[in-house]
C-alpha cells in the first residue's frame, strides 16, 4: 500500500492507554461534564486516533520515534492548557496531519481535481458526546459530527460547534473604571455571557419560588429533602404505611457517622423516625425495611413480597412522605440534618397548589426492557411510573418548570440587547444543558451518596433503577446540585474548548450520509453495539425537558414528543419483534452505516472503529458488515480506555481495552485458497504478535489484537475458499486465530519448548487463566475457544471437568472448586493417564490438606517418569499469570516449595504401571 497511515504502523499504546484510563478521572473542563453522555471514548484515545490515522507511516526509525514521541505528549490531558510548555505540540501536530493531507492531494491530482480543499475532512457518523470531532477540530481537520438523537445533537452544539465559532469573541476582565485588564488573559465571551444571564435565570426563578425551600434559621440553607416511598401493609388487621428503605446512613464515613431509625409508634398505628450520631448508633443502619425483594413491616412483623409491591404501584397506591432534611451553613462547614418540620411540610403543601397550575412534563415511557442485557426504562414502570411526569415530585415539577421558562425567556431578553440571534441560541443552549444536569439531581430517582454527603444522578450504569428512599434536591442553593455549580460545568467546558475550528453537526441516520456531506478523508467512529446502551429510551429522561427549553432554538430537533426510536441502530428486541429480528436489525443497518461510510470516502480515505464488544460473537458480526459493506481490516489496537471500577463490568469478562479497527476500500477482485493463504496468516500475525507481547498487551487484549491483521491477510483476496471450494468464514477464521494466538502465547507462559509437553486440557486451563482470569465468560466464547483448542466442550463442563457452566455464563472451576471431585488426576481403566491440570489440582489439595504420604502415593500412580517436574512447570507458568494475593496462586506458591521433599510412595498402581510399559 503507498498510503499507508502511522496507525497502520505501530502505536504507542502503553502510553495512550495509560493517559486514557487517567482521563476517566478528570472532570474540569472535560466534554462530559457538560451533560451526561453513555460510552463515551476518552479525549486522549481519539486524539491519537485522529493524529495516527492521518500522518503517512514512517519511512524510517528515526521518523517513528518522532511521532510516536509526539503522540505520547500530545494524549496528556495537561497539554491542552495554554501555559503547558507542550501546548504548542497539537500545533505541530495540526501541522503534520496538514502536511500529509497536501502530499496526498497531489497524489490525487489529475484523478479528482475538483476534490481540492486545505484540510483533511473528517466525520463520526455517530458523534454521540462529540468526543472525536472534537478531536479532529483540535488537530485541524475539517470536522463532520452526526447522530440521530436529539439529545446527542444537542450535547455536539455544546461541545464542538459554539465553543469553536466563538473562540475569537474574547474579553478581559474590567481593572480601573472601563480598561481591561492586560495582567489577566482575555477569555471566550461565550462564557462570561453564560454565567451573566444564568444569573439571570437564577434571580428570576429565586424570586417566583424562592419560597418552596424554607431554612432553619438565616444562616442556613436547605441542600436537599429526604423522601420515603409508603407501601401499606400486606396485613389486612394492620395496613399500616411502611417506609420502604434500604438503609438509613446518612453519612458513613470514617471519623462520621449519621443515620436514621424507624421504628413504631407506641399505638402501632404508624411509624416514627429519630435521628443519631456517631456512638450513638445502637442499631445496623445498612438494614433498613427491604432487601431480597421483601418488605418488612415495623408495626406488626408483616413480611411482604416484591409482587405485592409492583400491584400496589401498579394501582396507584404507593404514597410518599417527607422525613428529613440536609441543610448547610454560611458560618460553619459540614452538613446538618435535622427531622421534617411543620414549615418544611407548609412549603411543599404550597409546591403542590403551584404544581396543580402547571402543564406536566410530556411522555410516556416504555415499559419494554430492551434486552436481557438492558434493562432501559423499564425497571420503575413495574412500580405505575409510566409517564416522566411520574419522575419528578410537585417541587421539583415547579422548579424545573420555572427555570424552563426562564431559559426560553432569555433567547428574546439577549436578542433585544442587539445581540446576535446565534450567539442568543449558543447561551440558551448551554443554560437548557445545565438544566438537564440540575434534573438528573432533581427527580424521585435521584439518590444520595452517604460517603460523600452528596446527591446523585439518576443514571449510575445505562439505566434508572427504582429508588425508594429518594433525596430532592435544591437548584436555587449554593452547593451541591445547584444551578450555579451546574453553570459552571458548562461554562468551564467553553473555556477549555475554545479554538476557532467548528464543526458541522449534522441529525440524522449513519445510513444516509452521501447527500449530507461532501466527499471525506476519513471516517473515524465509536458505533453503538447491539444491546449495550439504549440511547433512546435513556435519554428521554433529558429530551422531554430539552424540548421545552430549546425547541425554538432546534426546532427539527424536537419536533417529536420523544426521541426518534425506529431507525435507531441498536437491538431493541421489543422494538423489532423478538431477539432474533432485532439482531438481524441490528446487524443489517450497520452493514449499511459502513456500506454509506465508505460511499463517502475518498479511494485513498481511511476508516476507524472503534470496538469494545467483549464477545467474539459481536466481532464476527462487525467484520462481516465491514467486509459486506467493501472493506478490508488493515490493523488492529487495542487501547486501555475503561474505568476498572465501571459499574457494568464488574465480575464479568469485558475488555480492559477498546480496539482500534482500522479500514481501506476493498481492491481485491481475486479468490484464494486456504492452503496458500494460511502461510501468511501465521506470518503476518507472528510478527504482530510479537509486537504486541512488547507493547505489554495480555489476556484477552492479546486474542483481540490479532483478529485486525488475520482480517488484513484475508483481505487480500475476494474470498479465500476451502478446497471443496466452500467460502471460509469469518468464524472458522477466528477460530484459527484463537489456535494460533494460544501456541503463540504457551510458547512463552510455558516457555518455549516445554509447552508442547502440555496436554489440550492443560493447555486450554492455562490460556483461559491467562486469558480471562476468574471472570464469567458467555458460553458462545467459551465453546469457540475449546474448539480452537482441540478440546470438547461437554467434557470440559462435566462433573470432573475445569469448567462450570450455568445458563449461558461459564467460570473456570480452580483446585479448591475441584476439592471433592471424585477420581480426580486419576488414570482411565484403560490406562490412560489424566490431564495434567487434574493431577496438579489434586496433588496441590492434598499438600494443603497435609496429607504427604497420599500425595506421594497419588504422583507415583498418576504420572510417568518425569512427569512431577512437567506438572511444576505447569504450575509454575499458572502462578505467572495469577496475580499476587490471588488464592490459587498462593496454593501452588506453597505447593512448589513443600513437593521438592516428599516421602517415597508405598502404592502401585497396576493400570498405570501397565501405561508406563506402553512407552
Sequence with gaps: MSDRRLIEDSLPLAEISEQSAREKYIRKGHISTLHLWWARRPLAACRAAVYAAMVDAPKTKEERQRQHELLKKIVDWDVLE?????HGLLKVAADDITKAHAARLARRKGKDSTDAHEHPRVLDPFAGGGAIPL????????????DLNPVAHVIELGSIYYPQRFAEDVVRPKKDGDLPNIDVPAEPRLAVEVERWANWVQ?????????????SGPDREVLGYFWVRQVHCSNPACRVLIPVVNQTWLANKANRKIAYRIKSNAKRTGVEYSLHYDEDIDFDPKTGTYGENKLLCPCC???????????????????????????????????????????DRKAWRKAEELAAKIKPVEGDVTPDRPSGNARGLSAV?????????????????????????????TRDEIAKTGEDLAFADAVACYLALALDRIANQCSTVSRWHNSGEKIEGVYSKQAVAMVWDYVESNPIGSK???????VEWGTEVIRKNSFPNPARVLMGSATELASRFPRLDAVITDPPYYDSVPYSDISDFFYVWLRRTLGDVVPDAFSGPLTPKRREIIQHNPRHGGEAKARAFYESEMTKAFEEAGRTLADDGIIVVMFAHKTTAAWETLLTSLLAA???????????????????????????????????KRAAHDEGFIDDVEPALKARLHERLDYFWTQGIRGADFFMSAIGPAIEVFGTHKRVLKLSGEEVSIAELLNKVRGIVADYALQRIVQGAAAGDVDDASRFYVIWRWAFGASVVESGEAIHMAQSMGCEFSELVSDRGVLTKTGDKVTLKGPLDRKKAKGLGEPAPTGTLAPLIDVLHRAANLWAAGERQDLADFLAMALLPGGIDRMQRLAQSIVDVLPPGDKERSLYENFLVGARSLPAPTKKDEAAERQRKLF
Excluded at 391 to 401: C, G, P
Design 381 to 409: 414502570t413495574r412500580y405505575g411510573m409510566s409517564k416522566f411526569a411520574d419522575f419528578f415530585n410537585a417541587r421539583q415539577t415547579v422548579t424545573l418548570d420555572a427555570f424552563a421558562r426562564a431559559i426560553r425567556a
Design 82 to 86: 495554554p501555559t503547558h510548555p507542550d
Design 301 to 343: 412483623g408483616e413480611v411482604t413480597d416484591g409482587k405485592y409491591m409492583r400491584a400496589e404501584g401498579m394501582a396507584g397506591k404507593i404514597e410518599q412522605d417527607l422525613v428529613l432534611v440536609c441543610e448547610v451553613s454560611t458560618k460553619q462547614q459540614g452538613r446538618f440534618y435535622r427531622l421534617a418540620t411543620e414549615a
Design 203 to 215: 434571580q428570576r426563578v429565586a424570586k417566583e419560588i424562592g419560597s418552596l425551600y424554607p431554612s
Design 480 to 486: 451541591t446540585a445547584s444551578w450555579s455549580g451546574a
Design 630 to 664: 467493501g472493506l478490508v481490516v488493515t490493523a488492529s489496537w487495542p487501547v486501555d480506555t475503561e474505568m476498572g471500577a465501571r459499574t457494568g463490568a464488574q465480575g464479568a469478562a469485558s475488555l480492559a481495552s477498546s480496539v482500534f479497527i482500522v479500514c481501506r
Design 135 to 146: 478531536e479532529a477540530q483540535r488537530l485541524g481537520c475539517e470536522t463532520f459530527g452526526n
